[in-house]
């Protein structure tokens, strides 16, 4: 069985990311992007799926581990009853290279460890020719199957039944690198690393980026993870932001809530953007409006919600069979038939964060302000198209009120961009159709018996996504439909303190079965306490929340109340951004209190 989900720390380059267990097992790698298949699946099955272990061989072991300050370089600390070790784990950025290092250093006596290699390509479905390869050093060991190769170096690796293992000790005082590297197998293996200068080079450059901010006074800590976890999902090249490193990790334990999040979704990424932005990381802002330029070129009406990180369109949806799951939670998928919906709240999530960039001094270009103009011209003319909304309901699509809000939005931000910024619309055209949007919100979209916006018109149904309404400023935060709406979440959402998506026993999702609280909406309830006068409710809420995060500050999508564990795809930038967001309304309600 694989651990819990918060047993996993995360370790990447800024192309991929690995999950690295308790254990000191890596049961989760992709390479050489986030979304390739994987090198390592035991996450979604058992140790026979492919995993990378190194840890003592005395059980008596215990580990604790830690992140260097400011870095995703990882130290696992092994106390043995023959001495203490080090392992630093991580992924070195900017070699160019698809490379995994495994640094053991000695403190104290000496400790004998085990090394299990299990490599096993394409989702577990190709199991590699392994050989010896002395001509590129030393106890190097290469293994191919199909595209994919890897190369590894290290204390000598030996053929045990369809897995390469190792046993070597360290004394105090003495250091062992393995590294790992993957290539293209119709090109020759690289070269060996310099070790050293990959550490140093790859600590230097996350504690720069980390250093680029100033987190509050309180939470600092968490906020700083959260940023350099949003860093970590963003891919170098592409600027593309994966919702998370993992596919499959169900919603609900032995359900088939099960999606691969692996992919860009412009909601997700235009939120991460933002919150990258309340600190100051404007260079992160350029480049994903690049991106966004070039994902959706062409016709507005071709706008898909998500796309792979440069920007592919077709992102169909499969499931495997070579993996049986997170403990038993089938099916896996990849892909994701999300893609293929339509989601009215894009346009506003993106619209508010180009809106945010021009705050923050990033210039538009030749190309940026006309694909605005294009998409509010879309709208125009689709607006009032029923959707499948934030959720990505797979039942019919209907009016979620959430989505027209962020319809308003966006035509709220076409006109600022006239009014303030000088830039050329119909803009009068454009306020005619923000205030007709707001009129059928305030009528259709709000329930005047119960006090409460709705989930979708028609419906006596709320949703956790209502609490955006006053983040975006189209109520106050203490307007009475607002706190309305605030009291009615608490009544059908909570469950033991943390609130639910929505009530899937409604069936507007169209899915079975159920699923956890989700994080993100937790923080946002944090958000409003902070900005409707509740700031120690907003406090009280938000040390739960960050109590929940795991022993390296990471958190999942969900999180299971009974069974007190993390839920989900892991690290969840959805989770993170939210995070990030509700320390700055705590920061922002502590100063004027």
Same mark, same amino acid.
């Given at each position: 069985?694989?651990?819990?989900?918060?047993?996993?720390?995360?370790?990447?380059?800024? *192309?991929?990311?690995?999950?690295?267990?308790?254990?000191?097992?890596?049961?989760?790698?992709?390479?050489?992007?986030?979304?390739?298949?994987?090198?390592?699946?035991?996450?979604?099955?058992?140790?026979?799926?492919?995993?990378?272990?190194?840890?003592?061989?005395? #059980?008596?072991?215990? %580990?604790?581990?830690?992140?260097?300050?400011?870095?995703?370089?990882?130290?696992?600390?092994?106390?043995?009853?023959?001495?203490?070790?080090?392992?630093?784990?991580?992924?070195?950025?900017?070699?160019?290279?698809?490379?995994?290092?495994?640094?053991?250093?000695?403190?104290?006596?000496?400790?004998?460890?085990?090394?299990?290699?299990?490599?096993?390509? /394409?989702?577990?479905?190709?199991?590699? +020719?392994?050989?010896?390869?002395?001509?590129?050093?030393? =106890? #190097?060991?290469?293994?191919?199957?199909?595209?994919?190769? !890897?190369? @590894?170096?290290?204390?000598?690796? *030996?053929?045990?039944?369809?897995? *390469?293992?190792?046993?070597?000790?360290? &004394?105090?005082?003495?250091?062992?690198?393995?590294?790992?590297? +993957?290539? $293209?197998?119709?090109?020759?293996?690289?070269?060996?690393?310099?070790? /050293?200068?990959?550490?140093?080079?790859?600590?230097?450059?996350?504690?720069?980026?980390?250093?680029?901010?100033?987190?509050?006074?309180?939470?600092?800590?968490?906020?700083?993870?959260?940023?350099? !976890?949003?860093? %970590?999902?963003?891919?170098?090249?592409?600027?593309?932001?994966?919702?998370?490193?993992?596919?499959?990790?169900?919603?609900?334990?032995?359900?088939?809530?099960?999606?691969?999040?692996?992919?860009?979704?412009?909601?997700? #990424?235009?939120?991460?953007?933002?919150?990258?932005?309340?600190?100051?990381?404007?260079?992160?802002?350029?480049?994903?409006?690049?991106?966004?330029?070039?994902?959706?070129?062409?016709?507005?009406?071709?706008?898909?919600?998500?796309?792979?990180?440069?920007?592919?369109?077709?992102?169909?949806?499969?499931?495997?069979?070579?993996?049986?799951?997170?403990?038993?939670?089938?099916?896996?998928?990849?892909?994701?038939?999300?893609?293929?919906?339509?989601?009215?709240?894009?346009?506003?999530?993106?619209?508010?964060?180009?809106?945010?960039?021009?705050?923050?001094?990033?210039?538009?270009?030749?190309?940026? +302000? $006309?694909?605005?103009?294009?998409?509010?011209?879309?709208?125009?003319?689709?607006?009032?198209?029923? /959707? =499948?909304?934030?959720?990505?309901?797979?039942?019919?699509?209907?009016?979620?009120?959430?989505?027209?809000?962020?319809? +308003?939005? &966006?035509? #709220?931000?076409?006109?600022?961009?006239?009014?303030?910024?000088?830039?050329?619309?119909?803009?009068?055209?454009?306020?005619?159709?923000?205030?007709?949007?707001?009129?059928?919100?305030?009528?259709?979209?709000?329930?005047?018996?119960?006090?409460?916006?709705?989930?979708?018109?028609?419906?006596?149904?709320?949703? &956790?996504?209502?609490?955006?309404?006053?983040?975006?400023?189209?109520?106050?935060?203490?307007?009475?439909?607002?706190?309305?709406? @605030?009291?009615?979440?608490?009544?059908?959402?909570?469950?033991?303190?943390?609130?639910?998506?929505?009530?899937?026993?409604?069936?507007?999702?169209?899915?079975?079965?159920?699923?956890?609280?989700?994080?993100?909406?937790?923080?946002?309830?944090?958000?409003?306490?902070?900005?409707?006068?509740?700031?120690?409710?907003?406090?009280?809420?938000?040390?739960?929340?960050?109590?929940?995060?795991?022993?390296?500050?990471?958190?999942?999508?969900?999180?299971? !109340?009974?069974?007190?564990?993390?839920?989900?795809?892991?690290?969840?930038?959805?989770?993170?951004?939210?995070?990030?967001?509700?320390?700055?309304?705590?920061?922002?309600?502590?100063?004027?209190?």
């Amino acid at each position: 069985m694989a651990l819990p989900i918060e047993d996993y720390a995360m370790i990447g380059d800024c *192309h991929t990311a690995a999950l690295v267990g308790r254990t000191g097992s890596i049961d989760w790698l992709c390479l050489p992007r986030f979304d390739s298949p994987s090198t390592f699946g035991a996450l979604l099955g058992t140790e026979e799926h492919g995993r990378w272990l190194l840890a003592p061989t005395d #059980a008596r072991s215990t %580990a604790t581990r830690r992140y260097l300050e400011g870095t995703f370089l990882l130290v696992t600390r092994w106390d043995t009853p023959d001495g203490v070790v080090e392992v630093t784990d991580l992924m070195p950025h900017g070699d160019r290279r698809a490379d995994v290092i495994r640094r053991i250093r000695g403190v104290s006596g000496r400790v004998e460890l085990r090394q299990e290699l299990a490599i096993r390509f /394409d989702y577990a479905d190709a199991m590699p +020719w392994m050989r010896q390869a002395p001509e590129y050093g030393s =106890n #190097a060991v290469i293994g191919i199957a199909g595209p994919d190769a !890897v190369i @590894v170096r290290g204390p000598a690796l *030996h053929a045990t039944n369809h897995y *390469h293992e190792s046993i070597f000790s360290v &004394a105090e005082g003495e250091t062992v690198d393995i590294v790992l590297t +993957w290539y $293209p197998s119709h090109r020759p293996a690289p070269g060996p690393l310099d070790v /050293d200068k990959q550490i140093e080079d790859t600590t230097a450059w996350w504690r720069e980026w980390a250093s680029r901010s100033e987190p509050p006074a309180l939470y600092g800590a968490e906020v700083e993870r959260s940023l350099l !976890v949003l860093r %970590a999902l963003t891919h170098e090249d592409t600027g593309g932001i994966v919702a998370a490193a993992t596919t499959s990790l169900p919603e609900e334990f032995g359900g088939s809530r099960n999606w691969d999040y692996r992919y860009t979704w412009i909601r997700d #990424a235009s939120l991460t953007l933002s919150a990258l932005m309340l600190y100051g990381y404007e260079d992160e802002a350029g480049h994903w409006r690049h991106w966004l330029l070039r994902a959706i070129a062409g016709d507005p009406a071709d706008i898909q919600i998500m796309y792979g990180l440069s920007g592919e369109r077709r992102l169909p949806e499969s499931e495997l069979t070579s993996l049986p799951g997170y403990n038993g939670s089938a099916p896996v998928r990849v892909g994701n038939g999300a893609a293929d919906q339509y989601q009215g709240d894009i346009f506003g999530e993106l619209m508010i964060a180009l809106r945010e960039a021009r705050r923050i001094g990033v210039e538009e270009d030749q190309y940026s +302000w $006309p694909l605005q103009r294009s998409l509010l011209g879309f709208l125009e003319q689709t607006w009032q198209r029923p /959707d =499948n909304g934030i959720w990505e309901i797979r039942g019919p699509q209907v009016a979620f009120t959430h989505s027209r809000a962020m319809i +308003w939005a &966006a035509f #709220a931000c076409g006109v600022e961009a006239v009014e303030t910024y000088g830039l050329d619309g119909p803009v009068e055209r454009w306020r005619e159709l923000r205030d007709a949007i707001r009129h059928e919100i305030e009528t259709e979209g709000y329930d005047p018996v119960r006090g409460t916006f709705r989930q979708h018109y028609g419906t006596c149904e709320v949703d &956790a996504s209502l609490l955006l309404l006053s983040q975006i400023g189209f109520v106050a935060p203490d307007d009475p439909r607002m706190l309305g709406t @605030v009291a009615a979440i608490e009544e059908d959402l909570l469950r033991d303190g943390l609130l639910l998506r929505y009530r899937t026993e409604s069936g507007v999702d169209g899915l079975p079965g159920g699923e956890h609280p989700f994080l993100a909406c937790s923080f946002w309830l944090v958000q409003q306490y902070a900005h409707s006068g509740r700031l120690d409710d907003a406090i009280a809420l938000m040390d739960r929340l960050v109590g929940l995060c795991n022993d390296v500050g990471l958190l999942s999508e969900e999180y299971d !109340v009974e069974g007190r564990r993390q839920v989900g795809n892991t690290p969840q930038a959805f989770s993170h951004l939210a995070l990030v967001r509700a320390a700055d309304a705590i920061a922002r309600a502590t100063a004027v209190r």
